[in-house]
């Protein structure tokens, strides 16, 4: 807790911050590990995440000249229940076709937006491009 200035005392407070420059490319690393004494554990929670991200709420100057959107082009997933096992797999958005595909070693398929979004228990890396 922060302490009053004046008394000394604990405080409740609200921390903020605002970003002051935007990259062109956003990647998001989520907390899907859960750290122990000697080991960790998957965090299992399922998570949904959008396709356009609005930043705009926290920059803290806007000149209305920088796009504040970004569009998701890229999820990397886990399958596994610890850090040091599983099988890593990656959602990408075709750059031309627009359609996502889920990539798993050899193997490509044609993959739908909200599949990969909604309710995903394997994302833990996202990728957005500035838009």
Known sequence: KVRCVKCKKPQRCTKAFK???LPN???LHLKRFSAHHSYSDKVQTPITFPKTLDL?????LTDGSSSCYYECFGVSNHIGSTVSSGHYTAHCLHPTQ????????????????RSICQSNQEAFVLFYVRV
């Open 98 to 113: 627009k359609r996502w595909y889920l990539y798993d070693d050899s193997r490509v398929r044609e993959e739908d937006w």
């Open 19 to 21: 970003i002051c420059r």
């Open 56 to 60: 705009s709420n926290f920059v803290a």
């Open 25 to 27: 490319i956003l990647v």
